[in-house]
């Protein structure tokens, strides 16, 4: 069984044991979380919610971190202008520790 959830204004499909980064979520690391269901399937079946379903999808922090570094260079050849700036996003692991799916659509 597979849900896809919403969070940090981006969607994930998740299944139970799965370790998912996220965007940055308040919490320390044990702390147990729920997400909006958007959609729930299982050999082939697919429920889709309108908007979400009134199924549950809870997880565990694992980690809170930063992820690789990105880095940004700006050149501008005939100014002498060179910038080198970098960047580390911060994320939130969390394992999906249950996927409990009800019929009933929420409104």
Known sequence: MYAVIRTGGKQYRVSEGDVVRLERLEGKVGKKLTF????????GD??????TLKAKVTGAIVEQGKGDKVRVFKFKKNSQYKIMRGHRQPFTAVKITEISAKEEEAE
Do not use: E, F
């Open 46 to 51: 697919l429920q889709v919610g309108a908007p």
């Open 36 to 43: 909006d269901v958007l959609a729930l399937g299982d050999n």
